[in-house]
């Protein structure tokens, strides 16, 4: 094998996988998605690898490269933020790849969704509050599909983290809104989960657009709302003395 789509994870080099890393060690080519990936990650490249930024090149030029690279011998990690999974753009790199016959590996990564929730401290699935998480944007130059509007979305009332949208923070707030969410629903906003400059912003629907602007905060971030997010619920099953399952017995 010669190709790896790696995901990067949300930033902090340490939140890498192992395996990850060790193809980013062994690699004599990365391609990095270099608007989101911490350059820091690259740290570990051997000395010699040829390193390149995908940020200006086109899709073609992107497969053209890694063609001629494996034909040369070459070990190349394509490098995507947080997981490939998740508005990685691999989909359409993964198809010509094997329209040419190029063997390639995906290894997963952890998603700034996640890393979000790591610096909330916080659980998106509380019983009785929400079971479900709703991974969304809302359009940008890319469309998303009428059918899941973040207002038919909010209806759900579940936990949702949504990509790609704070530059368009008041829009967003005013689809939730008509969607269901009530204007005293919390939501936070955590900009650059695991970096050194991350920031974190709890608000409520209606104090949360006045509180981005003033951080100035216009990319990079993470919204998060839901009633997970400040809520009385009930403890799990799982844990509880008197359930058992299939690893434990319940006291009585
Ligand atoms: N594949 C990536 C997402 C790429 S889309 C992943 O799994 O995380 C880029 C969007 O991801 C950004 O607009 C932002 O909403 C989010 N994002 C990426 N890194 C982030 C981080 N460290 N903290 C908060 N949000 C982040």
Redesign the pocket.
Known sequence: MQVYIV?AG??DPELITVRGQKLLKKADVIIYAGS?VNPAVLNVAKAGAEIYNSASMTLPEVIEKIDELVKAGKTVVRL?????????AIQEQMDELKKRDIEFEVVP?V???L??AAALKQEYTLPDISQTVIIT?SEGRTPVPDKESLRSLAAHRATMC?????HMMREVVEELTAGGYAPTTPIAI??????PE?KIIRATLETVADKVQEEGIS?????VVGDCLDADYSLSRLYAPEFSHMFRKAST
Do not use: C, E, N
């Not at 955590?190 to 970096?195: E, G, I, P, R």
């Open positions: 995901g949300p930033g989101l995507h933020t947080g997981d490939p999974a998740i508005y990685g990564g998603s700034s969704f890393a979000t944007r949504i990509f790609l949208s704070v955590v900009h650059k989960a695991s970096w991350q990319r990079t971030a993470m919204i």
